[in-house]
């Protein structure tokens, strides 16, 4: 039975959604059928198809009471938008259906997890809430919250208690959960169920200790060539070192089960070191990969994020398989892009000295790997998005092994942290980038995945240079694609 928040909700997205055309979206960044998007949620299989959700307030550009927006797709890249999932209709979700994940039941049914928000005299109450569907409408459990804050550890919070992430083992369900332990800082608690509404809390997977910044949000728990692996997305973190953001990060906590099954920490690295990224979500995908979703935003005070008239606010990064090399997390953008390229241009063993621009080198949504190497100490930048006064830099300091991404002077709409300079691992002063422009945004990734600078961009469209400049010597081979366009498909 569809209430009517939920009715109304559909019917207000449907109507507004067919007012925004194809160019003022990304071609195959992910963004909401109208108003607000941000983490993505529910990222799962079911029947044959990839489905995806994401938190949504259909009704304006600016945070509001969470419901769930939802599409799907069968090569990643083309999202069908299917109708909104869950708007916050019941007692216990009535403030907000706030994030979680989707899992195929063993009988056929597409199973949310997600969390329930209400405020009780002022004070925020959280729990964890299931609903069952048919990969288009979905019923709460009657059941529902089936874990509350009566099932938290002494000392932990019920007003930040969110974000499960579910999947099946065996005959057992499990799931993690973000919360605030005694201490006032982030852990990740196990629980786990066998009949999804009776849930048992197993103990605390990891805690940051006050070291790894505060609430741990948005956790994600996989084994992934031979490691298990902890994705957090902490509240309030004092970087530990210049790889490390301040206030907003994403961490992979690399590890291992011991006998009793308890996670061990190994390695603790940042996933994401651009300046827009969070609270990603991975699914693994029937052919073995393991697949990485993100939301590809900062923190900061979102109406000043959103250009003047726009309709929409927030996408999704690209789709990125993971895997493990030499104790790091390589992501890379799913193979399925490879598909949408066309009309390749290459150079071989370009010298650069001073300033240069290439011939069809050029565009806003394009696929293109560089490779440079050199001579010496030396600083070399990349120049994108580009006219006469507005573009956004790479720029690679050869002696110090450091890459800076610069959006200084992309226009941005608002004056926020619009620089950062990251430590790379030296190879004797070569690099490789492949950046992926979608209209929006940029993703940088470095020396084949094993680091990746994500940034939004809202300078226009028509601002589309590239140019090359170095102080110093190098030289460089660049292959360039201009990509297609997999544009969203609405429902009609």
Same mark, same amino acid.
């Given at each position: 039975?569809?209430? *009517?928040?939920?009715?109304?909700?559909?019917?207000?997205e449907?109507?507004m959604g067919a007012?925004?055309s194809?160019a003022?979206?990304?071609l195959? #960044?992910?963004?909401?059928?109208t108003?607000w998007?941000?983490d993505?949620n529910?990222f799962?299989g079911?029947?044959?198809?990839y489905h995806?959700?994401?938190?949504? +307030?259909?009704?304006?550009?600016?945070w509001?009471?969470m +419901?769930?927006?939802h599409?799907?797709?069968?090569d990643?890249?083309?999202? *069908?938008?299917l109708p909104a999932?869950l708007a916050?209709?019941?007692p216990?979700?009535? &403030?907000g259906?706030?994030?979680g994940?989707?899992a195929?039941?063993?009988?056929g049914? +597409?199973?949310?997890?997600?969390?329930?928000r209400?405020l009780?005299?002022?004070?925020?109450?959280q729990a964890?809430?299931?609903?069952?569907?048919?990969?288009?409408?979905y *019923?709460?459990?009657s059941a529902?919250?089936?874990i509350?804050?009566e099932q938290?550890?002494?000392g932990g /919070?019920?007003q930040?208690?969110?974000?499960?992430k579910?999947?099946? &083992?065996?005959?057992?369900?499990y799931?993690v959960?973000?919360?605030r332990?005694?201490?006032?800082s982030?852990e990740?608690l196990?629980y786990?169920?066998? &009949?999804?509404?009776r849930?048992?809390?197993?103990?605390?997977?990891?805690?940051?200790?006050?070291?790894?910044?505060?609430?741990?949000?948005?956790?994600?728990?996989?084994s992934l060539d031979?490691? /298990?692996?902890l994705l957090?997305?902490?509240?309030?973190?004092?970087?530990?070192?210049? *790889?490390?953001h301040?206030?907003q990060?994403v961490?992979?906590?690399?590890?291992?089960l011991d006998?009793?099954g308890r996670?061990?920490r190994? /390695?603790?690295s940042?996933?994401d070191?651009?300046?827009d990224?969070?609270?990603?979500?991975?699914?693994?995908?029937?052919?073995?990969?393991?697949?990485?979703?993100?939301?590809m935003?900062?923190a900061g005070e979102p109406?000043?994020y959103?250009?003047k008239?726009?309709?929409?606010?927030?996408q999704l990064?690209?789709?990125?398989?993971?895997?493990?090399? &030499?104790g790091?997390?390589?992501q890379s953008?799913?193979?399925e892009?490879?598909?949408?390229r066309k009309?390749?241009?290459s150079?071989?063993?370009v010298p650069?000295s001073?300033?240069?621009t290439?011939p069809?080198?050029s565009?806003?949504?394009?696929d293109m790997?560089?490779?440079?190497?050199?001579?010496?100490?030396?600083?070399?930048?990349?120049?994108?998005?580009?006219?006469?006064?507005?573009f956004?830099?790479?720029?690679?300091?050869?002696?110090?092994?450091?890459?800076t991404l610069?959006?200084?002077?992309?226009?941005?709409p608002?004056?926020?942290v619009h620089?950062?300079t990251?430590?790379?691992r030296?190879?004797?002063g070569?690099?490789?980038?492949?950046l992926?422009?979608?209209?929006?945004?940029v993703?940088?990734?470095?020396?084949?995945?094993?680091?990746v600078l /994500?940034a939004t961009l809202?300078?226009?469209?028509?601002a589309?240079?590239i140019?090359f #400049?170095?102080?110093?010597?190098?030289?460089?081979?660049l292959?360039?694609?201009?990509?297609a366009?997999?544009a969203c498909?609405?429902r009609?």
């Open positions: 039975m569809i209430s *009517e928040q939920l009715r109304r909700a559909r019917a207000y449907a109507r007012l925004i194809p003022e979206r990304p195959f #960044h992910l963004t909401p059928t108003g998007l941000n993505p529910g799962s079911y029947r044959g198809e995806l959700f994401y938190q949504y +307030h259909p009704y304006s550009t600016s509001g009471p +419901h769930w927006g599409c799907k797709s069968r990643l890249l083309r999202w *069908e938008r999932a916050p209709d019941q216990y979700d009535r &403030d259906c706030f994030s994940s989707a195929e039941t063993p009988d049914r +597409h199973l949310l997890m997600y969390t329930g209400r009780e005299e002022g004070r925020e109450v964890q809430c299931l609903a069952v569907g048919n990969g288009e409408n *019923e709460k459990l529902n919250p089936v509350t804050g938290l550890p002494p /919070s019920a930040d208690f969110r974000d499960p579910l999947w099946r &083992d065996g005959s057992r369900w799931a959960a973000g919360n332990a005694g201490d006032g982030g990740v196990l786990s169920s066998e &009949d999804l509404e849930w048992r809390l197993e103990g605390a997977l990891d805690r940051s200790a006050n070291q790894w910044g505060k609430m741990w949000e948005c956790p994600d728990f996989f031979g490691q /298990s692996i957090v997305s902490p509240q309030e973190l004092e970087a530990p070192g210049p *790889e490390f301040n206030g990060e961490l992979c906590i690399l590890g291992g006998s009793g996670f061990i190994q /390695s603790i940042p996933v070191q651009g300046l990224f969070y609270a990603p979500q991975t699914a693994l995908l029937p052919d073995g990969r393991r697949v990485m979703i993100g939301w935003q900062a109406s000043c959103v250009p008239g726009q309709k929409w606010f927030g990064t690209l789709p990125r398989e993971l895997s493990v090399r &030499d790091r997390l390589i953008p799913v193979r892009l490879e598909a949408w009309e390749r241009v150079y071989e063993n650069l001073g300033s240069l290439l069809g080198v565009g806003r949504t394009l790997k560089i490779a440079l190497r050199c001579r010496g100490d030396g600083t070399f930048t990349l120049k994108f998005a580009q006219d006469g006064h507005r956004t830099a790479l720029c690679f300091q050869s002696g110090p092994n450091l890459l610069d959006r200084t002077y992309s226009g941005f608002c004056n926020l620089r950062r990251v430590p790379v030296d190879r004797a070569e690099l490789e980038l492949r992926i422009l979608d209209r929006f945004s993703e940088v990734f470095v020396n084949g995945g094993e680091q /994500s809202y300078t226009p469209q028509e589309d240079g140019s #400049h170095a102080q110093g010597r190098a030289e460089m081979d292959e360039r694609y201009r990509l366009e997999p498909q609405d009609g």
